[in-house]
């Protein structure tokens, strides 16, 4: 695995004066872990940009601080939510010979004959996996062949995956990474409206029309059995 690195030192620099510190092109960290006091420290802005781009979460960086190398990971990266602008960072040091639990990105590779030949979407349902490896064991991605689809409903579980040796994966292997969906093409879709519409017009036809301002017609409870003469109604003979 790539080893990265990267220079910080130690700041006094804490709480509101943090901003002082960014605006001078540095950003506030903080470097933790098992049996280790925390310490403050500051790192360049544009350094950790390339760094964090290239070793993610789950790479080896060896961080010198004045002098003293420590191995750590990116622990937590904390953004600004409106410009996304990186206010703190959490650098989790690590010894080198006990495992870690890091959470690997997955990476699509091939071609799936299902998409290429439109007879299905491909479906990304996982992006990364929960793994437990030596950090010196630990890697940056975990490739996923999708190759294999051709049909829809096909998938890939992570049971499926070539997982690097080194790495133990603990997520539930019959979870799906990628799926092959239905495809809906526009003549599905022009099929289906035409269907509805005349559902609605066969729904429309049973029911006759009123015009308006009329009441609706009632049909008589009892026709009447016989026409009395006028003026005769309800007498006896």
Do not use: C
């Amino acid at each position: 695995m790539k080893k990265h690195s990267l220079k910080a030192t130690k700041r006094d620099d804490l709480g509101r004066k943090v901003k002082k510190l960014r605006k001078s092109g540095q950003i506030p960290a903080t470097v933790y872990g098992k049996n280790i006091k925390s310490v403050s420290i500051a790192v360049p802005a544009d350094t950790f940009a390339k760094t964090y781009g290239e070793a993610g979460e789950t790479g080896l960086i060896e961080l010198s601080i004045d002098g003293s190398v420590r191995p750590v990971l990116v622990h937590h990266v904390q953004k600004d939510p409106v410009t996304w602008a990186i206010l703190h960072i959490e650098f989790h040091q690590v010894d080198l010979k006990e495992k870690v639990h890091a959470d690997v990105p997955l990476e699509l590779t091939g071609e799936s004959p299902a998409v290429t030949e439109k007879r299905g979407v491909l479906l990304t349902i996982l992006d990364e996996v929960e793994v437990e490896a030596l950090p010196t064991d630990l890697v940056d991605k975990i490739e996923v062949d999708v190759s294999g689809l051709m049909e829809v409903n096909q998938e890939v579980k992570i049971g499926d995956l070539k997982i690097p040796a080194g790495l133990t994966v603990l997520s539930d292997a019959t979870l799906t990474v990628v799926k092959i969906g239905s495809l809906i093409t526009k003549e599905a879709e022009a099929e289906a409206a035409a269907e509805a519409a005349k559902a609605a017009e066969a729904a429309a036809a049973e029911v006759p029309p009123v015009a308006e301002g009329e009441a609706p017609v009632e049909k008589p409870k009892e026709e009447a059995k016989e026409d009395l003469p006028a003026g005769k109604a309800g007498k006896k003979e």
